[in-house]
């Protein structure tokens, strides 16, 4: 799941819904995906923004591709126009997990070994039932 998809969806759910173009703005829903989701966690004491005390988690975007420019409003670029590959860099409580679109932390060509295994068990489980079906 992307985090910009899912606030760029609940925005148009909104203004679909209510019939209303001004229903919930693009700061609301940055707001909700961010200090909202940490509320929503009981956790708005420990991260949701950026605060002194609060663990240190934040992204750094790109604004150089072309669906990045022009920039007029930042909560408004957030929500509509910014995708997750922007994102360059992720700290999380202060520790670099990602840099320049680089994954520091995982074993990304371990990871789809171990998910292309898992794809053949699942397709062997599923082969009795299509069996059945035909």
């Known amino acids: 799941m992307s985090l910009f998809e899912e606030i760029d969806t609940a925005l148009k759910l909104q203004k679909i819904t209510t019939g209303d173009p001004a229903a919930l703005t693009a700061r609301e829903a940055v707001e909700m995906a961010t200090i909202g989701g ?19 988690d934040l992204i750094v975007i790109s604004l150089e591709a072309p669906h990045a420019i022009p920039l007029y409003d930042v909560y408004s670029h957030l929500a509509y126009a910014l995708k997750g590959e922007d994102v360059e860099t992720v700290i999380v409580n202060g520790r670099k997990l990602m840099e320049r679109g680089r994954l520091l932390t995982l074993d990304t060509a371990g990871i789809a070994a171990k998910a ?11 082969r009795p039932i299509a069996r059945f079906r035909e």
């Open 38 to 56: 940490a509320r929503a966690l009981h956790m708005e004491a420990e991260i949701g923004s950026l605060e002194a005390g609060k663990k240190a």
């Open 116 to 126: 292309r295994e898992i794809q053949k068990q699942v397709a062997r489980s599923l």
